[in-house]
């Protein structure tokens, strides 16, 4: 195995660790979380402001590196602008999760519990990536119009 995949594998571990500890593989709890205007459970925002701090302070410090460790260049994120399909995305993505109490990280840590929800929810996700990644990218007007 390689280094990088070592290190991928851990990394996953931990995540799926901090999942479970958090209890976001729990739809109940998020779904908690989500009803504010009933019976609110602020503790997941806990887990945001935690997840947002370590974010904050690696990212930093890995733009300082000159390259990563395992690999010879970052893979940044290249789009810096807001379309309508990041806003469609983001509000499917946001809707899926307020209904299902899942997204896509604690469902997949949740499929060894086998039960028919999570499976459920694995299957559609599965299937909606595949639909995705077949559905072919409308070009953006900005080029189409640049070269005809």
């Not at 602008?81 to 469609?88: A, F, K, M, W």
């Amino acid at each position: 195995m390689k280094k990088m995949d070592a290190a991928a594998f851990v990394a996953g571990f931990v995540f799926a660790i901090g999942l479970g500890i958090a209890q976001m593989t729990q739809p109940a709890k998020v779904l908690g979380f989500l009803d504010i205007a009933g019976a609110w459970d602020p503790s997941l925002a806990f887990v945001m402001i935690g997840a947002i701090a370590v974010h904050f302070v690696f990212v930093r410090l890995a733009k300082k590196a000159a390259r990563p460790r395992l690999a010879d260049v970052f893979h940044w994120p290249r789009a810096t602008t807001v379309d309508r399909r990041l806003v469609t995305g983001a509000a499917l993505f946001g809707v899926g999760w307020g209904i299902s109490g899942f997204c896509p990280g604690p469902a997949l840590v949740s499929v060894v519990s086998l039960a028919p929800s999570t499976l459920a929810f694995v299957f559609a996700m599965v299937g909606g990536m595949i639909v995705q990644s077949a559905t072919p990218r409308a070009e953006p007007k900005a080029q189409a119009r640049a070269n005809p």
